[in-house]
């Protein structure tokens, strides 16, 4: 079965300190590759995403993702968080079989960003 | 502005009583979904349609009906038969599955719903 795992439910880091929130999926068919955020009483804002060409993906907020095709993984990075990068981030998966236009998501990681 | 809104924010029901999530989206979008979010669980997909006049189940689908009359419009309904509804319910949209969008997802500010 296709499915999407956010290794971590929570993440707790100091300010200005690097920050890696992990996501692997299942699966070895083609994919396209999401990273989302979402802060409190809100709904989700595309952080960045993956289609094709260069591994390297950066985003929004100075966030960036590296798509790992052998480990099928994708995990965001950001070299030096604020406060204000509080939020839940989720990853989401396309599996490309068929005409499934569906997207699976990862669970969620809760990143807290303390001074 | 383009963008997808959501109505109401908050919202209170009765137990036992139909209640109607409106979704709207000015982006010209082809797919809109909904989704239900509880604390934990993720994102989980209630339906989704792909095209005007045609909407499809998701995985959790019992107890919601959805329309899609106008390529706008996504309405949810929360019947009585959802045994369990209090939750966030957010709705977003897709344009066409090619590049360069390739069914990137924008979401609306969700709606919350209690069941009283």
């Known amino acids: 079965a296709q499915s999407v795992t956010q290794l971590d439910s929570q993440v707790p880091v100091f300010e200005e300190a690097p920050v890696e929130l992990r996501c692997n999926y299942s699966?070895?068919?083609?994919?396209?590759l999401f990273w989302y955020v979402q802060y409190p009483n809100q709904g989700l804002q595309l952080l960045l995403k993956?289609?094709?060409?260069s591994t390297l993906v950066k985003g929004i907020n100075g966030f960036e993702a590296e798509f790992n095709k052998s480990q099928t993984s994708f995990h965001l990075r950001k070299p030096s968080v604020h406060i204000s990068d509080t939020a839940e981030y989720f990853c989401?998966?396309?599996?490309?079989?068929?005409?499934?236009?569906?997207?699976?998501w990862g669970l969620g990681t809760s990143l807290a960003v303390n001074p | 502005d383009g963008g997808i809104t959501q109505s109401p924010k908050y919202l209170f029901r009765k137990e036992g009583q139909n209640v109607t999530l409106s979704c709207e989206q000015n982006?010209?979008?082809?797919?809109m979904y909904w989704y239900r979010q509880d604390p934990g669980q993720g994102l989980r997909l209630i339906y989704y349609?792909?095209?005007?006049?045609?909407?499809q189940k998701g995985d959790i689908a019992e107890g919601y009906s959805v329309s899609r009359e106008k390529k706008e419009s996504f309405p949810l309904t929360v019947t009585s038969a959802q045994k369990n509804p209090t939750a966030f319910y957010l709705c977003a949209s897709s344009a066409s599955p090619g590049p360069p969008n390739t069914d990137t997802q924008y979401f609306g500010p969700g709606t919350r719903l209690t069941v009283l």
């Open positions: 982006l010209n979008h082809d797919a």
């Open positions: 699966s070895s068919v083609s994919v396209y």
């Open positions: 989401a998966v396309r599996f490309n079989a068929g005409n499934n236009r569906k997207l699976i």
């Open positions: 993956y289609l094709s060409g």
């Open positions: 349609s792909q095209i005007v006049n045609d909407f």
